[in-house]
Structure formats: structure tokens, C-alpha cells
């Protein structure tokens, strides 16, 4: 986004200070939304969403360690799997078998380790300590047979010494200032929704509540903080998580004894990891993520809605082969579709008797359910508002009208009562209100009595401050039970004494 208008090359300076105060305005951002308690919106992160982007993610991870793995020199930057696999057979010239053969051997001992440790968990120490073990011999690998000169990539000559301060470096004026805003806000978004995404993703795993309030404002202050120490905007790591994951860590503790190290790292060792293969790393990071990718979990959910699969499967595809941002979004969004699908079109379901019981249940559900004449028993399974109203005027009416013909095929008595069971109609709001008031005109031209069935006692205050006129929240028709309605109105009337 910075390099729409500023070219690092030409102008550097610049860029980095433009790129700091980025990094600011996103972590204040963050911040802002976590103190507003905003946290909710990581509920939209669904598990199949999270999922996912779980086995999505780890496929990209993975596929990037290929550089390391094959030892080529020019690779592509873009995480997607298309120019990722491109990359790689575009320069099969730069494979180096010396860093395959490392890889290799290195790769097959750490997910030994890893096997090991899940089928003997007291012996987590092997594969916690494998990644360490793997780093060391591998630089005294390199080092003493000078495996540099002969095709195995290495790390080389690091600058030792702490980030220096950027704090001077921020600008909140001029005329870049509103790319600097809304390039902070992007990222801002972005970052946020995969580190958060990140930590349901270990918390669900580890079976542990991740606080959405919390995470916002601990990426946000991070990378306030991150602004004035030469940091740009990051967020909570998949491949570092995964690697903490992969070596049993429990506690934030642990961030703070890597911390620590590192920092002791550039200050006192980076010489030693002058002739450190990169082909290690990425091993340790294949070996970390490949983890992550939950087959069974995949299965359950494919058994247990397939609109959800479809969502898990939008999320990983997303990821894999355009981005983690438009994977999460494309999977959110057919998220929010489901819901709106559901507010929008609830369920309704024409109840029946079950025999010899006083028990009504929902007639497609249960075979000996069955109708009883003159009644049309309907359960609506949700609040009745502005986003249904229409949709259930239209479906009541359809149920009045089949019922209506059924009653004439059989020639059973005509249709004359109504049952509203509305134990599952948590609230109402004006539309839903009007939608009651006119299902009673409507059922009131055809000679129906409409009855209400347990009505909560929130609907029940909002129905009777309408019904100033007792139109239709009349004592007669309210009852408690379904059965109880029927009781009593089979009573009425001389067509229904034979009920």
C-alpha cells in the first residue's frame, strides 16, 4: 500500500518512516477496539472457518519452506499456491540435492521425534528438544565439512545489537498522513483477524478460552510499542505458535523466556549461527504446521452439516490459493449468509398428536404424529421481527390454504382453530407485532379462531400493550399446552365433538 506512492528504493528514508507510523495507527486501532470491548467479532470465526484456515495455513507455511528445502536462490514473495509451485518448477536449475538429502534426513528425524512423543507423552521432551539438537549439528555439520562451498545454503553474517528507536521517526502530518491512516487501518484489520484467528485455532486445540477484548488490545499495544522500536505491523505468528504448539508450551511464560533468549541471542551469539543451514529451519517449520492439518475434524463436520464443510472448505481453499485475508473473509462471509438465512427464513412445522399421548411433535419428524381435524397446530422456532415478519406471513398463509384443501379432500370438518405454539419466540418487535395483528384479521375473514400457546412473557408483555382493543390476546385463546388448547376448543362447536 506505501509503495503506491513512495519507493523504498528511491526514497527510504521515507518509507520507513511512513511504514512506522502505519504501524502505529493499526496498533492503535487494534487497541481501540479491544478498550471498546469489540471482542465479539471474533465470533463471526467460526469452527469450521477455523479449521480451515488452520489446514490452509499450514499448506502455505509449508509450501514456502520449499526455497529452504530445495535450496533455490530466487523464489517468489506471494503466499499463494499457484506462484508458490510456479517458483519452485521455474527453477529447478537452483535445486541443490546436497540441501535436499539435509532436508530430508532432517525433516524424517524430526516428525520421528514428533510420532514418538504423541504415542509416549512422557518422552515430550524428545520432540521439544529435537528443533535445538537439529540446529546445532547441522552448524557443526556445515562448519567443520564446509558445506557452504559445496551447495547447502546457510544463514551467514548477522548484525548483532537491539532494534534502535523509531519514535522520532513517526509523523502524524503532512501530506502522507492519510495513506499512513488508512494503510493502518487495513492492516490493521487484517493482522488482527489472523492473530485472533490464530489463537482460537491453539485455543481450541488446547481446549483453553481466548478473550477477544484481550487479544486486541495486546496486538494493538504490541505494535504501538513495535512503531518506536523499528517494528512494522505483525500480529501472533502461526509458524512461531505452531512451533511453541509443536514443543508442548502451556503458558505465556514461555514468550517471555524466548524473548529473553533472542534478545541474549543478538546481543552475544549471532556469530554462532553464521553457518546454519536454512533447509534446518524450514524443517522444524514443516514439522511444526503439517500438525496443524485436522483430517478428522474435517470428516466430523462434513458429517454433521455440510454447510459448514462448505464454509471450512471456502476458508482453505481461500487461504491456499489467494490469501489468508480473502480465505477468512470468503468464509465469514458465507458465515454470516447462514445466519442471515436462518433470522430470515426461520423454521416453522405443523405439529401433530402422538397417539394415546398429550404429546404434539413435528409431524415430518415423527411417523405416528398425526392431525387432528379442525385444527392447524404450527411451531414457530424463532423471534418474530422486521427480518421474518414477511417471510412468515407468507408461509402461515400457505399452511392455512394446504390445511384448508386437506380438510375439504378428507371431508373432515373445515379448519377452525389456529395454535400458535410460541415457547421458542424469545422476542417480537414492531413488524413482529403487526405480523400477529394481521395474522388474526386474515385468519378472522375465513372463520378461524386464532389461539396463542405458551407465549414468553416478554412477547406476551409487547402483544397485550398492542392489543388495546383485545383483538386477538383474548384469555379464552391462551393457553399453556397444546394439548390443553385442544381440550378445551374441542369443545366448541358442534362440528368438532366428535375430536
Not at 181 to 208: D, H, M, P, Q, W
Not at 455 to 480: C, G, H, I, N, W
Amino acid at each position: 500500500m506505501l509503495r503506491q506512492q513512495v519507493s523504498p528504493v528511491d526514497d527510504p528514508l521515507l518509507f520507513l518512516q511512513l511504514a512506522f507510523s502505519s504501524t502505529f495507527f493499526a496498533g492503535l486501532f487494534q487497541a481501540s477496539l479491544g478498550f471498546l470491548r469489540l471482542g465479539f467479532l471474533i465470533d463471526f470465526l467460526s469452527k469450521a472457518t477455523l479449521i480451515g484456515f488452520m489446514a490452509g495455513a499450514a499448506i502455505i507455511v509449508s509450501l514456502q519452506q520449499l526455497k529452504a528445502l530445495l535450496g533455490i536462490t530466487h523464489f517468489t514473495k506471494h503466499m499463494s499456491v499457484v506462484p508458490v509451485l510456479s517458483s519452485v518448477f521455474q527453477h529447478i536449475k537452483e535445486w541443490s540435492w546436497q540441501t535436499i538429502v539435509m532436508g530430508v534426513f532432517f525433516l524424517l528425524f524430526l516428525l520421528a521425534t514428533r510420532h514418538l512423543s504423541m504415542k509416549k507423552p512422557k518422552l515430550f521432551w524428545v520432540s521439544a528438544g529435537a528443533p535445538l539438537l537439529s540446529v546445532i549439528v547441522s552448524t557443526l555439520f556445515v562448519f567443520v565439512l564446509k558445506a557452504d562451498r559445496h551447495g547447502i545454503s546457510v544463514i551467514g553474517k548477522l548484525q548483532e545489537g537491539l532494534n534502535p528507536p523509531s519514535w522520532n521517526m513517526l509523523q502524524f502530518h503532512g501530506s502522507h498522513l492519510g495513506l499512513v491512516a488508512k494503510t493502518g487501518l487495513i492492516t490493521g484489520i487484517v493482522s488482527l483477524t489472523e492473530g485472533i484467528a490464530v489463537g482460537r485455532t491453539f485455543g481450541a486445540l488446547k481446549n483453553y478460552h481466548v478473550d477477544g477484548n484481550k487479544e486486541m488490545i495486546a496486538i494493538g499495544l504490541m505494535n504501538v510499542v513495535g512503531s518506536a522500536t523499528s517494528c512494522y505491523v505483525t500480529t501472533g505468528a502461526f509458524s512461531r505458535s505452531a512451533v511453541n504448539h509443536n514443543a508442548g508450551c502451556k503458558t505465556a511464560v514461555s514468550n517471555i523466556v524466548m524473548s529473553v533468549t533472542v534478545m541474549v541471542t543478538l546481543l552475544f551469539l549471532m556469530p554462532l549461527f553464521q553457518y546454519t543451514p536454512n533447509v534446518v529451519l524450514g524443517a522444524i517449520i514443516v514439522t511444526a504446521v503439517i500438525g496443524l492439518i485436522d483430517l478428522p475434524a474435517a470428516r466430523y463436520i462434513w458429517k454433521i452439516d455440510k454447510f459448514d464443510f462448505l464454509v471450512m472448505l471456502c476458508a482453505f481453499f481461500g487461504v491456499v490459493f489467494l490469501s489468508v485475508q480473502h480465505g477468512l473473509a470468503i468464509a465469514v462471509g458465507l458465515s454470516l449468509l447462514k445466519v442471515l438465512m436462518q433470522v430470515t427464513r426461520p423454521k416453522t412445522v405443523i405439529m401433530g398428536n402422538i397417539p394415546g399421548t398429550d404429546v404434539y411433535r413435528n409431524l415430518h419428524h415423527y411417523k405416528d404424529a398425526q392431525r387432528i381435524p379442525g385444527f392447524l397446530v404450527l411451531s414457530i422456532e424463532s423471534p418474530v421481527n422486521f427480518a421474518n415478519s414477511n417471510y412468515l406471513t407468507e408461509r402461515t398463509s400457505r399452511w392455512i390454504e394446504e390445511c384448508e384443501e386437506e380438510e375439504a379432500q378428507e371431508k373432515h370438518s373445515s379448519l377452525r382453530f389456529l395454535i400458535l405454539e410460541m415457547s421458542a419466540v424469545s422476542g417480537v418487535d414492531t413488524n413482529g407485532v403487526a405480523f400477529f395483528r394481521d395474522l388474526k384479521k386474515t385468519t378472522a375473514k375465513k372463520n378461524i379462531e386464532l389461539v396463542f400457546v405458551n407465549p414468553l412473557s416478554e412477547v406476551m408483555e409487547k402483544l397485550q400493550r398492542a392489543d388495546e382493543e383485545e383483538e386477538f390476546m383474548r384469555p379464552e385463546f391462551l393457553f399453556l399446552t397444546v394439548a390443553e388448547a385442544v381440550a378445551s376448543l374441542s369443545l366448541k362447536g358442534p362440528s368438532l365433538n366428535n375430536v
